[in-house]
C-alpha cells in the first residue's frame, strides 16, 4: 500500500527466556492515529523501544516508508522523523523550557564551531529562527508564560505538553506517545484528546499510541491492536476492538 | 539543654577517643634497638574533650548558622554594570603586576594556569556531566608536547603551543571512544586509569622523555621571536638588548603572566560562547537524561567526543603554559592529586559555573601557598573543607545562574 508510513511484520524480542514481544505485525498510515492497548506487561512499550531503535528486535522487520530501520541507533531513527515520549516524562529536567525545545532542534541547526564562536550572522539567524520556532510551540500548547522556569518545577501535566511539543519541534512524520494520558486529570485528558487531533490535522503526523485511558484511545485512534502477552489478539476499529470478545477476555479474566 | 544532647555527645567523644587512640595516642619510641610504644593520654583526652564541647554547642552553632547563612551569589547587575564590572577586572589583571612583587606574580600565573584547567574540566564534568578523574593526563600531554618539541626538534614556545593544544585534543578524542558507553563510576575509574596510564608512560619511555628526570631548561616564551634571555647566545637579540632597557627578571615573569592572562581570557571566551552554542546546550542535555537525547536525534558519541576534546584541549594549553613557568617537566607534577585538585576547582566553584572556577581556583591555589607553614596538614584541611562545601552548599560558592537564553513572556 502506498500510505503506509510504518510496516512492521514478524517482530520478536526476546530477553534471555522471556519472550517479551512474539511475532508483531502492523501497519500505520500516513495521517493515522494508531494504539495500542492490553493489559500491563504485554509488550506495548518493548514495540515502541524496537521501533525507536532503543532495543534491537531478535527477528522481524521495521520498515519506515518501505525501508528498513531495524537495528538503525535511536537518534537515526529520529532524525528518519519517528520521534517519542516516554511512559515517566523524560525531560532536561534542571534547563529550561525553552531550552529544552532548543536542544529539540539540534538536528536542524548546522551551525560550525567557528561561526558560533564568532556569532556569525548566519548562526544569528539559525539561533534567531529556533527562539522564534520554540516560542511558536510553546505558544501552541500554552505554555508560553512558562518558558524561562526550570522544567523540572512545571506541573506534570505541563510536564507532558512539553515533552510533546519537544518532540513535534523536530517537525517528526510519526509520534510516538508512550502512555500519554498517565497522571493528568479528567479535564487535561480531554486537552490530550483535543491536541492529539490538532496535531494530526494541522501538522499532518502519524501517531503510534499506547494507552491505558479507554475513552482517549476510543476517542482518538482510527485503528487499535489489542496486545496480550507479547501476541497482538486483534487489531481493527475502535467499535470492533470494543465488543471482541477475545479483547474482553483479557481485560477482564474468563468467566 | 536536653539529655540526649548530653549522652550523644557523650557518646561522640568516645568514639573520638577510640579513633584518636591509634593515630595521635600511641607514640613510638625507641631506645637502642628496642622500640616500644608509649601511650599519651592526654592527646586522646584531649580529643575527647575537643570532641566533647563541639557535640555540646552544636544546636546553637546550628541555629546561629540557620540565621546567617545568606548565601553568596552575584549581585544583579545590569548588563551595562556587568560589562563595566569586567572591563575593570580586566584591566586590574592586567596592571597589577607591574607593581606585585616577583614571587605574586608567579603565583597569579599558577592560578591563571588552574583556571585554564578548571575551565576545561568544568566544561567535561560541569557541562556534558562525565566525571573525569583522569584529567591531568591531558595537562601531560600539552606539557609534554612544548617540552619534547623544544627538546627534539628545538622549537619555541608560541611554536609549541597550538600543537600542545591540537595533541592534548587528540588524547581527549581517543580516550573518548572506549568510554563512550560508560557512565558514573564506571567512567571515573576508566578516565582515571587513562591518567595514570600516561604517567608511567611518561616514566618509563626513558630515551625519548628522560624518565623520572623529565626534561628541564624548557624556555619561557619569547617576545615576537626576541628572547628574554640574560645573556643572548651568538648573533640574537635579546628583548631587553632591542628595547635598551636593563636585564630584569621581573619582566620575564610578568610577561609570562600576561601571556597566560591573554590565554585564560582567549578560553574564557571560547567556553563562554560555546555554552550558549547548540552544541553547549546538547551537553547539558545529554548530562540530564541521554536517553531522551538519543529519542530526540542527538548523537550522544558526538556529543561527549566533543566535550572530551574541547576540556582537553584546553588543559593541553594550560600544560604549555606550566612547563614554560616551571621550565623542567617530570612525571611528578602529573599525579592523580593534581586531577583531584582540578575537580575540586570545579566542584568548589559550582559545577559549570565559570566565576564560580576562576574564585576556586585562585582559593585553592593561594591558600595554600599563604598557610606554607602548616603545609603538612594541608590534605587534611582540603579534606575538611570539601567535606564541609557538600554537607552545607552542595552546590558550589557560586553556583551557575539560569536562564543563559530567555523569551520574553
Not at chain 1, 492490553?38 to 518501505?66: D, Q
Not at chain 2, 586522646?44 to 546561629?64: E, T
Amino acid at each position: 500500500m502506498t500510505d503506509s508510513l510504518l510496516k512492521i511484520s514478524g517482530l520478536t524480542m526476546r530477553f534471555g527466556g522471556l519472550l517479551a514481544v512474539d511475532a508483531v505485525e502492523f501497519e500505520v498510515k500516513r495521517d493515522e492515529v494508531f494504539a495500542i492497548i492490553g493489559p500491563n506487561g504485554a509488550g506495548k512499550t518493548t514495540v515502541f523501544n524496537c521501533v525507536g531503535g532503543f532495543y534491537k528486535p531478535t527477528t522481524g522487520s521495521i520498515l519506515m516508508e518501505g525501508k528498513p530501520i531495524d537495528g538503525l541507533p535511536s537518534h537515526k531513527v529520529a532524525r528518519l522523523g519517528l520521534v517519542r515520549t516516554f511512559q515517566n516524562v523524560r525531560l532536561f529536567k534542571s534547563l529550561t523550557v525553552l531550552e529544552n525545545l532548543l536542544v529539540a532542534q539540534h538536528m536542524h541547526v548546522q551551525t560550525g564551531l567557528l561561526q558560533g564562536l564568532l556569532k556569525a550572522p548566519s548562526y544569528r539567524k539559525s539561533e534567531r529562527q529556533a527562539l522564534e520556532r520554540a516560542g511558536e510551540w510553546l505558544e501552541f500548547m500554552g505554555i508560553r508564560a512558562l518558558a524561562n522556569r526550570e522544567a523540572g518545577t512545571l506541573a506534570y501535566g505541563h510536564q507532558r505538553r512539553l515533552e510533546i511539543a519537544r518532540c513535534m519541534i523536530t517537525r517528526p512524520r510519526l509520534l510516538m506517545l508512550d502512555e500519554p494520558a498517565a497522571g493528568l486529570n479528567p479535564q487535561e485528558k480531554q486537552d490530550l484528546q483535543a491536541l492529539i487531533d490538532r496535531l494530526r490535522r494541522e501538522f499532518g503526523v502519524a501517531v503510534l499510541l499506547i494507552e491505558h485511558d479507554m475513552s482517549l484511545v476510543m476517542g482518538v485512534s482510527d485503528r487499535i491492536m489489542v496486545m496480550e502477552h507479547g501476541k497482538p489478539i486483534t487489531t481493527g476499529l475502535p467499535a470492533e476492538v470494543r465488543t471482541d470478545p477475545r479483547v474482553i477476555k483479557a481485560y477482564l479474566g474468563e468467566e | 539543654m536536653t539529655k540526649s544532647n548530653f549522652s550523644n555527645a557523650l557518646i561522640a567523644a568516645l568514639m573520638a577517643g577510640v579513633l584518636v587512640a591509634p593515630v595521635f595516642g600511641l607514640q613510638i619510641v625507641s631506645v637502642g634497638l628496642k622500640t616500644s610504644l608509649k601511650p599519651q593520654w592526654n592527646m586522646i583526652l584531649a580529643g575527647m574533650a575537643i570532641v566533647f564541647v563541639f557535640q555540646m554547642i552544636r544546636p546553637w552553632l546550628r541555629a546561629l548558622a540557620g540565621r546567617r547563612m545568606a548565601l553568596p551569589a552575584l549581585p544583579a547587575m545590569t548588563e551595562a554594570g556587568r560589562h563595566k564590572a569586567i572591563v575593570f577586572l580586566i584591566l586590574v589583571s592586567l596592571v597589577w603586576p607591574f607593581f606585585g612583587d616577583r614571587s605574586q606574580v608567579d603565583l597569579a600565573t599558577l592560578v591563571l594556569i588552574y583556571v585554564m584547567l578548571g575551565l576545561g574540566l568544568n566544561i567535561v564534568v560541569g557541562f556534558a556531566g562525565l566525571l573525569d578523574l583522569g584529567f591531568v593526563g591531558f595537562y601531560a600531554v600539552g606539557a609534554y608536547t612544548y617540552a619534547l618539541l623544544y627538546h627534539w626538534a628545538g622549537w619555541g614556545f608560541w611554536e609549541a603551543l597550538p600543537f600542545a593544544g591540537a595533541m592534548a585534543a587528540l588524547f581527549g578524542f581517543l580516550l573518548g571512544f572506549p568510554v563512550l558507553r560508560l557512565r558514573g563510576d564506571y567512567l571515573a575509574i576508566v578516565t582515571l586509569g587513562f591518567g595514570e596510564i600516561i604517567r608511567l608512560l611518561l616514566t618509563n619511555l626513558y630515551s625519548l622523555t628522560g624518565g623520572p628526570d623529565g626534561i628541564s631548561g624548557i624556555p619561557k616564551p619569547t617576545v615576537f621571536g626576541y628572547p628574554m634571555l640574560r645573556r643572548a647566545p651568538e648573533g640574537v637579540t635579546t628583548f631587553h638588548q632591542l628595547m635598551g632597557w636593563k636585564f630584569d627578571n621581573q619582566d620575564v615573569i610578568i610577561y609570562l603572566y600576561l601571556a597566560t592572562l591573554c590565554m585564560v581570557f582567549f578560553t574564557l571566551f571560547v567556553s563562554t560562547r560555546v555554552i550558549r552554542m547548540p552544541i553547549g546546550r546538547a551537553w547539558e542535555a545529554l548530562r540530564e537524561d541521554e536517553i531522551a537525547c538519543r529519542s530526540l536525534g542527538l548523537n550522544p558519541t558526538r556529543i561527549k567526543l566533543s566535550a572530551f576534546t574541547m576540556g582537553a584541549t584546553f588543559a593541553g594549553l594550560g600544560g604549555a603554559f606550566f612547563a614554560a613557568r616551571q621550565g623542567l617537566v617530570n612525571p611528578e607534577s602529573f599525579t592523580f592529586i593534581e586531577s583531584a585538585l582540578i575537580l575540586s576547582i570545579v566542584v568548589l566553584g559550582g559545577m559549570g559555573s565559570q566565576v564560580g572556577v576562576i574564585l576556586a581556583a585562585i582559593i585553592l591555589t593561594v591558600v595554600p601557598e599563604l598557610a606554607r607553614e602548616f603545609a603538612q596538614y594541608r590534605m587534611l584541611v582540603f579534606g575538611l573543607v570539601m567535606v564541609l562545601m557538600m554537607m552545607w552548599r552542595p552546590q558550589g560558592l557560586l553556583p551557575v545562574k539560569r536562564p543563559q537564553v530567555e523569551l520574553k513572556v
